[in-house]
């Protein structure tokens, strides 16, 4: 297991962007897929993005391709996300979780790590 610690979160205007880290304990973050998802109110978590270990695979769900990048570095052990464009709908508590493979998934129960989550709060 690794520990996970999210950061970054907050409150914007719509339209106006946030870049979330989060970091990761231990000496083999590379070796990790990692993924954002998030969680509405009164809804299921749902996958944002995902990067490959060494950084050279993204994978995005379709609403927020263009507007979200996912991005790591691994001499930091963090891995990031930019939103921008940000809308009302992207409203949620935000979650980093790690996977060990080699594939991107988007499913949560093939992640085993999760961080606590950091709150993005959009107002219109």
């Known amino acids: 297991q690794v520990q996970l610690v999210e950061s970054g979160g907050g409150l914007v205007q719509a339209g106006g962007s946030l870049r979330l880290s989060c970091t990761a304990s231990?000496?083999?973050?590379?070796?990790?897929?990692m993924g954002w998802f998030r969680q509405a109110p009164g809804k299921e978590r749902e996958f944002v993005a995902a990067?490959?270990?060494?950084?050279?695979?993204?994978h995005y769900v379709d609403f927020v391709k263009g507007r979200f990048t996912i991005s790591r570095d691994n001499t930091k052990n963090t891995v990031y996300l930019q939103m921008n464009s940000l809308k009302p709908e992207d409203t949620a508590l935000y979650f980093c979780?790690?996977?060990?493979?080699?594939?991107?998934?988007?499913?949560?129960?093939?992640?085993?790590?999760w961080g606590q989550g950091t709150q993005v709060t959009v107002s219109s």
């Open positions: 231990g000496p083999t973050f590379s070796s990790y897929t």
């Open positions: 979780a790690a996977r060990s493979s080699v594939l991107i998934t988007t499913t949560g129960n093939t992640y085993h790590s």
């Open positions: 990067i490959s270990g060494a950084g050279g695979r993204t």
